[in-house]
């Protein structure tokens, strides 16, 4: 089977049956990762423009525990 031809078999698949099309996917991008492969090209470019925007932003955001601490507020008791 193609890889398009996998493409377009994709829609025609029960949630289910992606789900777990999608968790093998998970399972291989991530043995890939711990062999040492790395991001693609196109990742790496990604990720050094989302790099270079933080860098411009310098909001370091909210530190977890503070973040954790809105969230248990906000639920309903």
């Given at each position: 089977m193609s890889k398009a031809e996998i493409l377009a078999a994709l829609p025609n698949l029960k949630a289910e049956d992606r789900t777990q099309v999608f968790q093998r996917l998970s399972e291989l991008q991530e043995d890939d990762l711990l062999?040492?492969?790395?991001?693609?090209?196109?990742?790496?470019?990604?990720?050094d423009e989302a790099l270079a925007e933080?860098?411009?932003?310098?909001?370091?955001?909210?530190?977890?525990?503070?973040?954790?601490?809105?969230?248990r507020a906000a639920r309903p008791v």
């Open positions: 062999r040492g492969v790395g991001p693609s090209a196109r990742e790496k470019l990604l990720l933080f860098e411009r932003d310098g909001n370091l955001g909210t530190p977890w525990r503070e973040t954790l601490r809105r969230i």
